[in-house]
Protein backbone atom coordinates (compact mmCIF):
# COMPACT_ATOMS: atom_id res chain seq x y z
CA UNK A 1 0.00 0.00 0.00
CA UNK A 2 2.83 2.57 0.50
CA UNK A 3 4.42 1.62 -2.62
CA UNK A 4 1.21 2.29 -4.30
CA UNK A 5 1.03 5.90 -2.35
CA UNK A 6 4.37 6.57 -3.28
CA UNK A 7 4.08 6.15 -6.93
CA UNK A 8 0.35 7.98 -7.14
CA UNK A 9 2.85 11.16 -5.63
CA UNK A 10 5.23 10.63 -7.86
CA UNK A 11 2.83 11.00 -10.65
CA UNK A 12 1.18 13.95 -8.94
CA UNK A 13 4.42 15.82 -8.55
CA UNK A 14 5.35 14.99 -12.43
CA UNK A 15 1.93 16.20 -13.12
CA UNK A 16 1.97 19.46 -10.97
CA UNK A 17 5.42 20.29 -12.44
CA UNK A 18 4.37 19.62 -15.92
CA UNK A 19 1.01 22.05 -15.91
CA UNK A 20 2.88 25.06 -15.88
CA UNK A 21 5.03 24.49 -18.53
CA UNK A 22 2.38 23.35 -20.22
CA UNK A 23 0.85 26.74 -19.77
CA UNK A 24 3.66 28.29 -21.00
CA UNK A 25 4.24 25.80 -24.60
CA UNK A 26 0.71 24.93 -24.98
CA UNK A 27 1.43 22.96 -28.46
CA UNK A 28 3.27 20.33 -26.65
CA UNK A 29 0.47 17.93 -24.20
CA UNK A 30 1.00 18.09 -20.84
CA UNK A 31 1.28 14.31 -20.85
CA UNK A 32 4.76 14.74 -22.75
CA UNK A 33 6.13 17.20 -20.39
CA UNK A 34 4.87 14.83 -17.25
CA UNK A 35 6.48 11.80 -18.87
CA UNK A 36 9.97 13.30 -18.85
CA UNK A 37 9.18 14.52 -15.24
CA UNK A 38 8.27 11.01 -14.19
CA UNK A 39 11.33 9.53 -15.69
CA UNK A 40 13.61 11.97 -13.88
CA UNK A 41 11.74 11.53 -10.78
CA UNK A 42 12.28 8.55 -10.96
CA UNK A 43 15.84 8.31 -11.68
CA UNK A 44 16.85 10.78 -8.83
CA UNK A 45 15.27 8.45 -6.18
CA UNK A 46 16.18 5.29 -7.73
CA UNK A 47 13.07 3.61 -8.30
CA UNK A 48 12.95 0.85 -11.48
CA UNK A 49 10.67 1.80 -14.04
CA UNK A 50 9.26 -2.26 -13.83
CA UNK A 51 8.44 -1.33 -9.79
CA UNK A 52 6.72 2.03 -10.33
CA UNK A 53 4.60 0.38 -13.31
CA UNK A 54 3.97 -2.45 -11.13
CA UNK A 55 2.21 -0.38 -8.56
CA UNK A 56 0.28 2.57 -10.34
CA UNK A 57 -0.79 0.08 -13.18
CA UNK A 58 -4.25 -0.79 -11.84
CA UNK A 59 -5.01 1.99 -10.00
CA UNK A 60 -4.49 3.82 -12.76
CA UNK A 61 -6.17 1.32 -15.25
CA UNK A 62 -9.59 1.45 -12.73
CA UNK A 63 -9.60 5.68 -13.28
CA UNK A 64 -9.32 5.39 -16.97
CA UNK A 65 -12.82 3.59 -16.94
CA UNK A 66 -14.46 6.30 -14.15
CA UNK A 67 -13.07 9.28 -16.55
CA UNK A 68 -14.42 8.11 -19.79
CA UNK A 69 -17.65 7.78 -18.32
CA UNK A 70 -17.34 11.19 -16.49
CA UNK A 71 -17.41 12.45 -20.18
CA UNK A 72 -21.13 12.37 -20.00
CA UNK A 73 -20.79 15.85 -17.98
CA UNK A 74 -18.91 17.85 -20.79
CA UNK A 75 -21.76 16.15 -23.16
CA UNK A 76 -24.87 17.08 -20.94
CA UNK A 77 -23.96 20.74 -21.14
CA UNK A 78 -24.07 20.21 -25.18
CA UNK A 79 -26.96 22.01 -27.73
CA UNK A 80 -28.04 19.82 -29.79
CA UNK A 81 -31.03 21.40 -31.53
CA UNK A 82 -28.00 23.19 -33.86
CA UNK A 83 -26.57 20.22 -34.53
CA UNK A 84 -25.77 19.01 -38.09
CA UNK A 85 -27.24 15.50 -37.62
CA UNK A 86 -26.03 14.18 -41.39
CA UNK A 87 -23.16 15.84 -41.31
CA UNK A 88 -21.62 14.70 -38.09
CA UNK A 89 -23.07 10.98 -38.85
CA UNK A 90 -20.83 11.32 -42.21
CA UNK A 91 -18.04 12.56 -40.36
CA UNK A 92 -18.29 10.23 -37.62
CA UNK A 93 -18.30 7.08 -40.21
CA UNK A 94 -15.50 7.96 -42.17
CA UNK A 95 -13.60 8.93 -39.44
CA UNK A 96 -13.53 5.87 -37.74
CA UNK A 97 -13.51 3.49 -40.65
CA UNK A 98 -10.36 5.22 -42.22
CA UNK A 99 -8.60 4.93 -38.73
CA UNK A 100 -8.87 1.35 -38.45
CA UNK A 101 -8.28 0.80 -42.46
CA UNK A 102 -4.82 3.46 -42.13
CA UNK A 103 -3.07 1.98 -39.53
CA UNK A 104 -4.17 -1.38 -40.42
CA UNK A 105 -3.10 -1.05 -44.13
CA UNK A 106 0.65 0.09 -43.16
CA UNK A 107 0.79 -2.55 -40.43
CA UNK A 108 0.02 -4.84 -43.14
CA UNK A 109 2.21 -3.68 -45.76
CA UNK A 110 5.14 -3.57 -43.35
CA UNK A 111 4.34 -7.36 -43.27
CA UNK A 112 3.83 -6.88 -38.92
CA UNK A 113 1.91 -9.98 -37.39
CA UNK A 114 -1.27 -10.90 -37.28
CA UNK A 115 -1.31 -9.86 -33.55
CA UNK A 116 0.39 -6.57 -34.11
CA UNK A 117 -2.28 -5.64 -37.19
CA UNK A 118 -4.93 -6.12 -35.03
CA UNK A 119 -3.36 -3.58 -32.29
CA UNK A 120 -2.85 -1.13 -34.81
CA UNK A 121 -6.98 -0.92 -35.17
CA UNK A 122 -7.44 -0.01 -31.78
CA UNK A 123 -5.84 3.40 -32.95
CA UNK A 124 -9.29 5.27 -33.61
CA UNK A 125 -10.31 4.70 -29.85
CA UNK A 126 -9.53 5.92 -26.25
CA UNK A 127 -7.30 3.72 -24.43
CA UNK A 128 -10.32 2.05 -21.98
CA UNK A 129 -12.14 1.14 -25.23
CA UNK A 130 -8.85 0.43 -26.69
CA UNK A 131 -8.30 -2.71 -23.90
CA UNK A 132 -11.26 -4.03 -24.74
CA UNK A 133 -10.90 -4.23 -27.84
CA UNK A 134 -7.82 -5.90 -27.59
CA UNK A 135 -8.96 -8.14 -25.92
CA UNK A 136 -11.05 -9.66 -27.82
CA UNK A 137 -9.35 -9.26 -31.10
CA UNK A 138 -6.36 -11.22 -29.34
CA UNK A 139 -4.29 -8.07 -29.46
CA UNK A 140 -1.30 -7.43 -27.26
CA UNK A 141 -2.19 -5.38 -25.39
CA UNK A 142 0.73 -3.02 -24.36
CA UNK A 143 1.09 -2.38 -27.69
CA UNK A 144 -2.26 -1.53 -28.52
CA UNK A 145 -1.78 1.35 -25.44
CA UNK A 146 1.51 2.47 -26.82
CA UNK A 147 -0.36 2.64 -30.28
CA UNK A 148 -3.18 5.01 -28.65
CA UNK A 149 -1.31 7.34 -26.27
CA UNK A 150 1.29 7.74 -29.43
CA UNK A 151 -1.55 8.92 -31.83
CA UNK A 152 -3.14 11.40 -29.05
CA UNK A 153 0.31 12.63 -27.99
CA UNK A 154 1.02 13.24 -31.91
CA UNK A 155 -2.43 14.44 -32.57
CA UNK A 156 -2.65 16.93 -30.21
CA UNK A 157 1.09 18.16 -30.39
CA UNK A 158 0.28 19.11 -34.34
CA UNK A 159 -2.91 20.40 -33.95
CA UNK A 160 -1.93 24.25 -33.42
CA UNK A 161 -0.60 24.14 -37.03
CA UNK A 162 -3.08 21.85 -38.85
CA UNK A 163 -5.70 24.02 -36.98
CA UNK A 164 -4.58 27.31 -37.46
CA UNK A 165 -6.58 27.88 -40.17
CA UNK A 166 -9.73 26.67 -38.69
CA UNK A 167 -11.53 29.41 -37.13
CA UNK A 168 -14.84 27.17 -36.14
CA UNK A 169 -14.12 25.75 -32.55
CA UNK A 170 -16.97 23.37 -33.10
CA UNK A 171 -14.94 21.94 -35.88
CA UNK A 172 -11.57 21.95 -34.28
CA UNK A 173 -12.75 20.38 -31.44
CA UNK A 174 -14.54 17.64 -33.10
CA UNK A 175 -11.24 17.13 -35.40
CA UNK A 176 -9.23 17.03 -32.06
CA UNK A 177 -11.61 13.94 -30.39
CA UNK A 178 -11.04 12.02 -33.09
CA UNK A 179 -8.30 12.32 -34.36
CA UNK A 180 -6.05 12.47 -30.85
CA UNK A 181 -8.39 10.54 -28.13
CA UNK A 182 -8.20 11.84 -24.83
CA UNK A 183 -5.04 13.64 -25.23
CA UNK A 184 -6.85 15.60 -28.05
CA UNK A 185 -9.72 16.68 -25.91
CA UNK A 186 -7.33 17.83 -23.09
CA UNK A 187 -5.71 20.25 -25.57
CA UNK A 188 -9.52 21.38 -27.09
CA UNK A 189 -10.21 22.53 -23.62
CA UNK A 190 -7.25 24.64 -23.56
CA UNK A 191 -8.68 26.08 -26.89
CA UNK A 192 -12.04 27.08 -24.82
CA UNK A 193 -15.51 25.16 -23.56
CA UNK A 194 -17.02 25.00 -27.44
CA UNK A 195 -13.95 23.03 -28.54
CA UNK A 196 -13.97 20.95 -25.58
CA UNK A 197 -17.34 19.81 -25.82
CA UNK A 198 -17.06 18.77 -29.25
CA UNK A 199 -14.15 17.01 -28.98
CA UNK A 200 -15.62 14.78 -25.99
CA UNK A 201 -18.48 14.38 -27.88
CA UNK A 202 -16.39 13.27 -30.81
CA UNK A 203 -14.11 11.12 -29.21
CA UNK A 204 -17.63 9.37 -26.99
CA UNK A 205 -19.42 8.53 -29.95
CA UNK A 206 -16.52 7.36 -32.23
CA UNK A 207 -15.42 5.35 -29.27
CA UNK A 208 -18.90 3.75 -29.50
CA UNK A 209 -19.42 3.27 -32.72
CA UNK A 210 -16.03 1.47 -33.29
CA UNK A 211 -16.39 -0.71 -30.18
CA UNK A 212 -19.63 -2.03 -31.90
CA UNK A 213 -18.62 -2.38 -35.99
CA UNK A 214 -14.81 -3.36 -35.14
CA UNK A 215 -14.77 -6.66 -32.77
CA UNK A 216 -17.88 -7.92 -35.11
CA UNK A 217 -16.60 -7.30 -38.15
CA UNK A 218 -13.28 -8.64 -37.70
CA UNK A 219 -14.39 -11.68 -35.39
CA UNK A 220 -17.11 -12.33 -38.56
CA UNK A 221 -14.23 -12.19 -40.94
CA UNK A 222 -12.06 -14.51 -38.83
CA UNK A 223 -14.68 -17.30 -39.11
CA UNK A 224 -15.26 -16.91 -42.81
Known sequence: ??????????????????????????????????????????????????????????????????V?????????AMRYDDLP????????VFASISAVAIPMGLAWLLHMSDASIMAFATRAVTTPIAINIATLLHAPISMAILIVILSGVLGAAFSPWILR??????????????????????????????????????MAVNAVFTAIWLPTFILYLQKM
Do not use: C
Open 85 to 92: LKAMVGIL
Open 165 to 202: HINDERASGLALGLAAHAIGTAQAWQRGSVAGRYAAFG
Open 1 to 66: MIAVLYGFLITLVAYLLAKPLNRRIPQIPIIVFGMFFIIALLFVFGIPYENYMSQVNPVFNNLLGY
Open 68 to 76: TVALAIPLA
